[in-house]
């Protein structure tokens, strides 16, 4: 019998289908399949794959990760919380798992090996919405595995069996009986996310491109497109770790590995990379960007990490300060329910991009110090007097969002500020008046103040950053109970305590306290000769650079622990780009030679509609809407919320 999955692969479907007599229920059992002489043996290198093999695997693991909460229920878990709370099945998670399963063990020994040490491994971690919570928690220090337990249990049912999450069976042998390592499903997996990631990012260059993936405007069009100047590989052989503990599943350690900490400064995180993956600091900075899509950090923190929304260097612009037009209340595109919609750029009255993105520390209120904790940086606020550029901005209100999808429409009740405004053909705002910058802060926060607006609206973003980060450019670093960054003016200015503050930003509504912005000078630290500030500057500056040393890094990462002879280059249809343009209809026989003679090759579909995973703070935000709704929805008076597209929907992407 032609397995189901090989059917729909001839009729050239390459989606997942959500239909409800498809996939398989969380009460319903996988068929192992047969047992085979060829099982894998832990400790060896896995086995070659088959086309077929990285076709099915693939189809599975996109209908594991559909993003439709009805669906997530019916397959995995009946509640939306336990779904949110205890270890998400979701595209970000499987990159997060990409990087993490190679990391090396303290004995030196281990790196992608389909194993993870469980320390730490469903701990509860501090929620900024449980007043519980408050103050209530030990400072983290390392990073550690928490969350993944989920996606490794849904990923071994992949491996072991010949369905799951179908209903029908796409193999006749599992890929456990087969001789396949879990260590390679892992980073195909990985790979599978990391495609889905890439299409979203460059069709946000054409559909959201005025806040967000603003790469459009401010090189081009062309520049934001991320492209393939050379393969990035699926390769098999890696080899799983032998579990200590037979009782346990098989890829759970108890080895420790070598975590870096989580609020280190950037010389320790690029020296993590130089040490424990081999990787030059060029290579290993280009993929500090992955965090710009992943939207939210379970460790105490409101609300987003900071970025685009979309994988591009939006996330170096900010970082080194770079001229960008306003992204307020940045992050992905559902954070607020989608109401944090720009149809225009807005940057000075010339149209022209400001620099505007000052950082300042911020602490939350999760950890038991006299500073609280988790401590980060946000972004100062575009018109606070102690940001860069606050008197260069124009007016923000000239325009009515919900009314200006395709034309600027301008909105009557601003109109003293905005006589002479208008837009461009690329919905570039000119002619309003200068916002001018607010008035200075002054002394400590404490209750009752005048200012109290103020210094709540511009001590907190819903954009946070961890120190290293901003370190990569600026030249700071880590100290103090609250782990914080300090090593320049602004941040160094005494924090006092949460009873007897001295820092003189908070938030209205929760013991969130800031510094002021920082005035730091660049990074000089040169591992490999080049200035770090230097590596992010160019990153900063050439979106499509970035894009090429973020893909070769991704290589370099997901083969730690091998030599260059220990694995095999896989098919190619398990190679970044192969599907895309299989699904486009190009035919490609030999996927290498291809990109050689065409580089640099676009990949992504030009006419596909992502789906949108978005932010899990208070709001009840979907993973399920496609960027089309959450625009039309925007447009026509509504917001990005809701339980998804629906069962029938079909996965494009």
């Known amino acids: 019998m032609l397995p189901f999955l090989f059917l729909l692969g001839s009729l050239h479907f390459y989606g997942a289908l959500s239909s409800d007599s498809v996939y398989m ?229 108890d080895k420790a590995e070598t975590h870096p900490k989580m609020f280190g400064d950037a010389k320790h995180i690029i020296d993590f990379g130089r040490d424990e993956f081999g990787m030059d600091a060029e290579h290993w900075t280009a993929l500090q960007a992955i965090h710009g899509v992943v939207h939210n950090a379970a460790i105490g923190l409101k609300y987003t990490w900071f970025g685009a929304g979309y994988l591009s260097n939006m996330y170096f612009k900010m970082i080194a300060n770079k001229p960008t037009y306003r992204n307020r209340k940045g992050g992905d595109l559902s954070f607020g329910k989608g109401v944090n919609i720009w149809p225009t750029a807005q940057g000075d009255p010339e149209g022209n991009p400001v620099a505007m993105t000052g950082w300042r520390a911020s602490c939350m209120y999760a950890w038991d110090t006299i500073e609280g904790g988790p401590c980060v940086l946000r972004p100062s606020g575009d018109t606070a007097s102690d940001s860069p550029n606050p008197d260069k901005l124009a007016y923000k209100k000239c325009f009515d969002r919900q009314l200006s999808r ?27 008046k200068l916002e001018g910058a607010d008035s200075p802060v002054v002394g400590p926060w404490s209750e009752g103040l005048s200012d109290q607006t103020n210094r709540h609206s511009h001590g907190f973003d819903n954009q946070f950053a961890f120190p290293y980060e901003i370190g990569l450019f600026w030249n700071l670093t880590v100290d103090g109970v609250g782990q914080r960054a300090v090593g320049c003016p602004g941040l160094d200015e005494p924090f006092g305590s949460i009873d007897e503050p001295l820092w003189p930003f908070r938030n209205s509504k929760s013991a969130i306290f800031a510094s002021p912005a920082m005035q730091c000078e660049v990074n000089t630290y040169a591992p490999e ?110 917001k990005c919320d809701g339980r998804g597209e629906g069962e029938e929907d079909i996965l494009s992407v």
Request: hydrophobic share 30%; proline share 6%; glycine share 8%.
């Open 25 to 253: 229920h969380r009460d319903e059992t996988p068929d192992p399949g047969p047992d085979e002489d060829t099982v894998y043996v832990p400790g060896t290198p896995g086995g070659s794959w088959t086309e077929e093999e990285v076709t099915s695997t693939r189809l599975r693991v996109l209908q594991m990760i559909y993003p439709d909460w009805d669906v997530k229920i019916n397959m995995i878990n009946k509640s939306i919380r336990t779904l949110r709370t205890q270890g998400p099945v979701t595209e970000n998670v499987l990159m997060r798992l990409a990087f993490h399963d190679c990391i090396r063990y303290t004995d030196g020994s281990g790196g992608c090996d389909g194993c993870l040490n469980w320390h730490g491994m469903g701990e509860e971690m501090p929620s900024p919405f449980n007043k519980n919570h408050l103050y209530n928690f030990p400072p983290l220090h390392d990073t550690d595995n928490n969350g993944l337990d989920k996606i490794a249990e849904r990923l071994e049912m992949i491996y072991t069996s010949i369905d799951w999450p179908f209903q029908v069976p796409s193999l006749e042998v599992s890929l456990f009986q087969s001789g396949k390592s879990r260590a390679d499903l892992w980073q195909l997996a990985g790979l599978v996310a990391l495609e889905r990631t890439f299409e979203r990012a460059n069709r946000a260059c054409d559909l959201d491109n005025t806040a967000r993936q603003q790469v459009t405007r401010l090189e081009s069009r062309e520049a934001c497109e991320i492209k393939l100047t050379k393969p990035l590989k699926f390769q098999s052989g890696r080899s799983d770790c032998v579990s200590e503990d037979p009782s346990t599943a098989g890829y759970v350690s």
């Open 406 to 432: 395709d034309k600027c429409v301008p909105d009557e009740d601003y109109s003293k500020y905005c006589k002479d405004a208008w837009c461009d053909e690329n919905m570039v705002e000119h002619g309003a």
């Open 529 to 638: 000769g080049k200035p770090m500030h230097q590596i992010v500057d160019e990153f900063a500056s050439d979106n499509e650079l970035w894009a090429e040393k973020f893909m070769e890094g991704w290589q370099q990462m997901i083969a730690n622990g091998y030599a260059a002879d220990e694995l095999e280059d896989g098919p190619q249809n398990g190679w970044i780009g192969y599907y895309s343009l299989a699904k486009q209809g190009v035919e490609i026989a030999d996927f290498e030679s291809f990109i050689a003679e065409n580089a640099p090759v676009t990949f992504t579909d030009p006419t596909v509609d992502p789906y949108l995973c978005g932010h899990w703070g208070v709001e009840n935000t979907s993973c399920g809407l496609r960027m089309s709704t959450c625009f039309n929805n925007f447009y026509g008076g509504g």
